[in-house]
């Protein structure tokens, strides 16, 4: 996958104001879609989606949300498109069996919370799962084939909306207003000012604004704060990962970025075994690289020798989300049931 255009992070950019017609075709068909009817599954369905491209915290937030459905008694699946995998599903994903390659590497990492279909098509994957489960989809909001009856969007606090455009003139996935119309409560991750123009326009709305937090493992963190680390990642925005390892009191004597969902090489992979070796390292990446260099014959040296970063997502008020999930599902299932009762 290619990075992100550099001026969609930029307030005012000549690119942006050339590609606005583009733009403005892509947001009305992203608009028209966000207000389409789909199809409602036999489980309730929970979906976690950006407001932008990548970076914004869906997966933790996805793994969180299947957390505390499980305290509760529930019973969640996840549904996920599985991007930068080859194939389609629907299929359940198996961590033993699978690789990153075959699924991608989010439903790998989901996978290892909770049964995870893989699905290019939802509904059909939607059809896999039993009404006693509860479906979290992990991505899908700006896509209307299935129907959701409960949509949380997250924002990184620190990324933001970027210039506030639509794709290709900005990193939003469609306009920002009608993304939040369709949305029943807004997480916003970490402590920044990019994001109050959008938690001013939730706050328009009355939409339920709830703070979180990545936190890293302590144990984990410990252990790395006596030596010097040679940090990668090919995540939306490896910077976040660079920052929180450095936040976080540990050396960072050198630092390598690659693209969202980067497949890594041979000779990367032998380069960042190198340069570890060389000047006494320690290799540090995410959960997300490390699932996929696992699984792989020629990264198998790298694979061995890097710890990923156990990441969580903490909420700063669970019980009020916690609130809003189990509610949404006693009206999700009375529905449901009131449809399928003779008349």
Request: glycine share 8%.
């Amino acid at each position: 996958m290619m990075r992100e255009p550099s001026f969609w992070w930029e307030d005012a950019s000549v690119t942006a104001r050339l590609l606005a017609p583009a733009a403005a075709l892509y947001g009305a068909v992203a608009q028209a879609r966000l207000h389409g009817h789909g199809r409602r599954a036999a489980a309730p369905v929970i979906c976690i989606g950006n407001l932008t491209v990548g970076g914004g915290g869906k997966t933790p937030l996805a793994l969180t949300t299947a957390r505390m459905l499980k305290s509760a008694g529930e019973l969640p699946v996840f549904l996920t498109r599985g991007y930068g995998g080859s194939l389609a599903g629907p299929i359940a994903v198996d961590p033993l069996r699978h690789t990153a390659r075959e699924v991608g590497d989010e439903p790998l990492l989901l996978a290892n919370t909770a049964p995870t279909i893989l699905a290019r098509a939802r509904v059909a994957g939607a059809a896999m799962v039993s009404l006693t489960h509860v479906i979290v989809m992990d991505d899908g909001f700006q896509n209307p084939a299935l129907r959701k009856d409960l949509a949380l969007l997250v924002i990184d606090a620190r990324r933001g909306i970027g210039n506030g455009r639509v794709i290709p003139a900005g990193p939003l996935r469609a306009p920002l207003g009608g993304q939040l119309d369709r949305a029943d409560a807004l997480i916003v991750v970490g402590e920044s000012s990019r994001a109050d123009q959008v938690a001013t326009e939730a706050r328009k709305r009355s939409l339920p604004l709830l703070r979180a937090q990545l936190r890293p493992e302590a144990e984990f963190m410990a252990a790395l704060a006596t030596g010097r680390v040679l940090a990668f990642a090919g995540i939306a925005d490896p910077e976040k990962f660079f920052t929180t390892l450095s936040m976080g009191g540990i050396c960072l004597a050198a630092t390598r970025s690659f693209p969202d969902h980067h497949r890594y090489t041979r000779a990367e992979a032998r380069a960042l075994c190198d340069e570890a070796d060389r000047e006494g390292l320690v290799l540090v990446t995410t959960e997300k690289d490390l699932v996929r260099l696992r699984g792989e014959e020629e990264l198998a040296e790298l694979a061995a020798h890097a710890y990923a970063l156990p990441i969580t997502l903490v909420l700063e008020d669970e019980d009020r989300l916690n609130s809003l999930l189990l509610g949404r599902l006693a009206d999700a299932r009375r529905e449901r049931s009131s449809a399928s009762s003779p008349p």
